[in-house]
């Protein structure tokens, strides 16, 4: 999993490889694990990169979370 740009502003994207067709689960949490969004794509192979918006966030520091049915990983981003 790769997040860039970070810092972000407006958008960031999430760029992913998987080796098999899979559902990928992304959201948004805030540091304390509050949910702000949450995007579902269905079954994704290869090497993908979302676009998730940043807009409606406010400046500071935020988990990504990227699930899939091999395991979840958990990555900072920093809104501009």
Do not use: C
């Not at 966030?57 to 990227?66: D, E, F, H, P, S």
């Amino acid at each position: 999993v790769s997040i860039y740009p970070n810092p972000a502003d407006e958008q960031t994207n999430i760029e992913i490889n998987l080796d098999t067709p899979r559902d990928v689960e992304i959201s948004i949490m805030m540091l304390s694990g509050q949910e702000l969004a949450r995007r579902n794509f269905s079954l994704l192979s290869g090497t993908q990169v979302l676009p998730i918006n940043l807009a409606p966030l406010n400046a500071g520091v935020y988990i990504v979370k990227v699930k899939t049915n091999h395991g979840v990983r958990l990555e900072k981003i920093v809104v501009n």
